[in-house]
């Protein structure tokens, strides 16, 4: 009996030794993330996956159970085909770039990564690159075999099974990324969700948040979603929907080998690590675009928010121009229906009065295309190489500074494709660009630094589409620096204090501190001449000011779709704006600990008066340890420049 119990240990030992050696853990610089890749069982020859805990105090708690891997290829699997082969070399990822735009101009790409190899059918090999940062986690696949052969992908089997008591904000998916982040907390709703997803495990005193995006697509692969139809708690990558894009281009990915696909992303921390990341960038391709000068992010005056057809009125264009002069924004945009401009002037003419006030126009075009069903023009002019080569030289040579490109309604892999083969050509032109009716931020202002912005967002041109978002705004305004801001710039078009077709309800002090709170790379201040023409000193001053570009950001505080307070610096400057996304009041005290130790700052607080439509307008003598004591109304909020005293 002895015998038999003696040998009964043995395999349980042999047993546990071989279970620990299916799983292999690596850790982020700051320990703070642990990511393990991990067998489902004893078998080698069985499926991996990933799980992701999270050290808090000196205990590591699991906060993905499980990211299930793999690829597949018609009949060919790459997950359960597959057997593991051999573990590289753990190692360290160290590499410092400068941002020309962003939350962020000194940027690190810090990391301890490892690559993992298994044999898989038909002689192909799959690697698994796994990297942990300390402000999450990053991996992608990596496909070798014949040289240049190329492959049609028929599934991505990656699903993220997300803790079941997690709360999470998610927009249901459509290709323009125009909707609300609405929170789901006890009930769970199924669906396919836009990136970025956004959940909160709670973890008792500090809970821990989670985003999860992807980052460096290219026209090697499609953009994806997520899908969570079978199981409410597992969110698997789904490729674009066959009617997506008017029916045109392929659904499935064609890979060539040898293949690396895009990084899949989960930014991971505190509210304000989320806040404050630029793992999307960091992962990115680094650009291969030597002189940067001409790429000048800065401010813009836009017709078309309050005169969806003006950019067809000469004398109204000319309007916005004047406007742009008067406050000293560098840029202004000629929005749709430019090519039809009328009423004392046409488009070249209206290209050199800009010019004659030092304000550099930008234009819109329309994608399409057989892939897009919208009329508006000009279109088609972007469609080709050719076509491109031709416009951007025009463009360059009557003295356009950049180019809006809308309507692209579709994440496919020829539209990804596009995406790219629009940077490149208009970089080569110097061209800044914008895309509107476009997917998500993934990297490429990185890669492609003229890229100043996209749409991507449910804006303030939604104020002419329906009554929806007067209601909401404020609680939509105050989740976008959780969710959709964070993973890039964004063209939310904002600071409007007179109405368009439906009215706003945000006070006017909270749309002054979008011009703050929102960052993107040419910030389109949307309101109609009269709307800054009439504001008191200090607000305009502001507004003249502002940068769009920033040094540092951080969180002060803030809960999605409740508030959030935010500081950024810009040279020795600080701006500190907050919104408030509920419908009270509230009173409360900043403490101002970011700033430099013995100096001190004149500072011009621009917050909520008596009414919505009122400014109270302070100015102080700030220092390091001191408070901004502040109230705001409902919907209400307030921006404060801290100027350095010398």
């Not at 208009?426 to 931020?441: C, E, Q, R, S």
């Not at 003229?450 to 305004?477: P, Q, R």
């Not at 600990?593 to 008596?610: E, H, N, P, Q, S």
Request: hydrophobic share 35%.
């Amino acid at each position: 009996m002895n015998t038999i119990k003696g040998i009964a240990i043995v395999a349980l030992i042999l047993v546990s030794h071989v279970l620990r050696a299916q799983e292999y853990k690596i850790q982020s610089p700051n320990k703070k993330i642990e990511l393990s890749l991990a067998s489902k069982t004893d078998d080698n020859s069985k499926k991996w996956y990933l799980k992701v805990n999270y050290l808090q105090g000196s205990a590591y708690l699991n906060v993905i159970p499980a990211i299930d891997l793999g690829l597949k290829a018609g009949a060919v699997d790459f997950a359960s085909g597959i057997k593991f082969d051999q573990a590289g070399k753990e190692k360290q990822i160290k590499e410092t770039y400068t941002a020309v735009h962003g939350k962020r101009k000194y940027c690190a790409n810090n990391a301890t990564e490892r690559s993992f190899y298994f044999k898989g059918e038909q002689g192909k090999r799959l690697s698994i690159t796994l990297r942990a940062y300390d402000d999450g986690i990053a991996f992608r696949y990596g496909l070798t075999g014949k040289n240049g052969e190329t492959i049609e992908l028929t599934d991505e089997l990656t699903s993220y099974r997300m803790p079941a008591d997690a709360e999470r904000w998610l927009q249901s998916f459509k290709t323009s990324y125009e909707g609300y982040y609405p929170v789901q907390s006890g009930s769970v709703a199924k669906g396919e969700w836009g990136y970025p997803a956004l959940f909160k495990k709670p973890l008792g005193k500090a809970d821990c948040w989670m985003l999860i995006t992807e980052a460096d697509v290219n026209g090697s692969y499609c953009a994806t979603k997520l899908g969570n139809k079978d199981d409410q708690d597992n969110y698997k990558l789904l490729f674009p929907a066959a009617s997506d894009g008017n029916r045109q281009g392929k659904v499935n990915p064609t890979i060539t080998l040898p293949f690396l696909s895009p990084w899949r992303t989960v930014i991971i921390g505190e509210l304000g690590q989320l806040f404050q990341s630029t793992l999307v960038e960091d992962v990115s391709t680094p650009t291969k675009i030597s002189d940067l000068s001409w790429v000048q992010p800065g401010a813009s005056s836009w017709v078309y928010w309050a005169y969806n057809h003006g950019t067809k009125d000469f004398k109204k264009v000319c309007d916005y121009i004047d406007l742009a002069a008067r406050m000293n924004w560098p840029y202004t945009l000629f929005d749709w229906e430019w090519d039809a401009m009328g009423n004392g002037g046409k488009l070249e003419d209206a290209v050199r009065y800009a010019s004659s006030k030092g304000i550099k126009p930008m234009m819109w075009y329309n994608s399409g295309g057989p892939h897009n069903g919208v009329s508006a023009t000009p279109r088609d002019r972007m469609l080709t190489h050719e076509n491109r080569m031709k416009e951007f030289r025009w463009l360059t040579e009557i003295g356009v500074y950049g180019v809006k490109i809308d309507f692209f309604e579709s994440d496919k892999q020829d539209m990804m494709k596009y995406y790219i083969d629009i940077l490149e050509d208009a970089a080569k032109f110097k061209l800044m660009v914008n895309f509107h009716g476009a997917t998500i931020p993934r990297g490429w202002s990185r890669t492609y630094p003229n890229l100043m912005s996209m749409e991507a967002v449910l804006g303030a041109e939604w104020y002419n589409n329906g009554a929806e978002l007067t209601g909401k705004a404020a609680a939509h305004n105050a989740t976008l620096p959780f969710t959709r801001n964070i993973i890039g710039p964004m063209d939310y078009t904002p600071v409007t204090f007179t109405n368009s077709q439906h009215p706003h309800i945000t006070t006017f002090a909270h749309e002054l501190a979008l011009s703050v709170v929102f960052e993107s790379g040419i910030l389109h201040m949307a309101d109609r001449p009269e709307g800054f023409d009439n504001l008191p000193d200090a607000p305009k001053a502001f507004l003249r000011e502002v940068p769009v570009t920033w040094d540092d950001s951080r969180l002060i505080s803030g809960y999605p779709g409740k508030n959030v307070i935010l500081a950024r610096r810009k040279g020795n400057d600080w701006y500190v704006a907050g919104i408030n996304g509920l419908d009270r009041k509230e009173e409360f005290q900043i403490p101002v600990d970011f700033l430099k130790t013995g100096k001190r700052y004149k500072a011009v607080l621009i917050a909520d008066g008596d009414y919505d439509s009122a400014f109270n307008t302070t100015y102080l003598n700030l220092g390091k340890g001191d408070n901004i004591k502040l109230k705001w109304l409902p919907r209400g909020g307030f921006a404060c420049v801290l100027k350095e005293i010398q």
